[in-house]
Each structure stands twice: as C-alpha cells, then as structure tokens.
Nanobody, 119 residues
Framework: QAQFVESGGGLVQPGGSLRLSCAAS????????MAWLRQSPGNQQRDLIA????????DYADSVKGRATISRDNAVNTVYFQLNSLKLEDTAVYYC????????????WGSGTQVTVSS
C-alpha cells in the first residue's frame, strides 16, 4: 500500500526555521495536488496549511502565509515544506497527503513529524 513518510521535524526556538520532507512510496506525478496539514495539540482535526499542484501553483493558509514554501519533486516522489520565523503556535504534528486526502493510490496517513517550537 502506498504510504507517506514525513521527516524533518524537531525542537526549534521561536524565529527559527525547518524544512520538512514527505517521501511517497508510490509515484506522485499524476497526483494533481499535494498538501501539507498539521494537527495542533488538543485539536482533533488536521488543518490544511499548504497545497501545490503539478503545475507548481502553491496556496497557503493565512496562518503560514508569508513564512512558508511548499514544493514538490515528482522525480523522487517527495514534497517539501519550509517554514520560517517559527512561532509557538506552529507546534504541531505535520502531515502530507494528497488533496483531497487519500486520493489515488494513497489510502492512509503517515505518522507525521513533530514540530515543537519552544524557547
């Protein structure tokens, strides 16, 4: 079964930066839109924070707009998410998936990668 493996999270001080990676075990080249989502502590749902189309069009949630860059490399089936000027409220588990989620060959969520912003 096709899966996503997110990595790159960690403990970061406010104002710092992180680059997250999401490696897919199957081809994403035919997936029209890929996304990053995050689940904050105490939040039952994953919130959409960024999407990118096969054509490279990127869109961002207001919460990360101006601080984030999403990109994809279909050749290596990987989606990236760069987040700068990290804030305490960026603390969350970050996931990638298709958008809408669970499309194509991808029928599950990865384990996510924990980002903790703390001084």
């Amino acid at each position: 079964q096709a899966q996503f493996v997110e990595s790159g999270g960690g403990l970061v001080q406010p104002g710092g930066s992180l680059r997250l990676s999401c490696a897919a075990s199957a081809s994403i080249s035919a997936i029209p839109t890929m996304a990053w989502l995050r689940q904050s502590p105490g939040n039952q749902q994953r919130d959409l924070i960024a999407t990118i189309t096969t054509g490279g069009r990127a869109d961002y949630a207001d919460s990360v707009k101006g601080r984030a860059t999403i990109s994809r490399d279909n050749a290596v089936n990987t989606v990236y998410f760069q987040l700068n000027s990290l804030k305490l409220e960026d603390t969350a588990v970050y996931y990638c998936n298709t958008w809408p989620p669970l499309s194509g060959a991808f029928h599950s969520w990865g384990s996510g990668t924990q980002v903790t912003v703390s001084s």
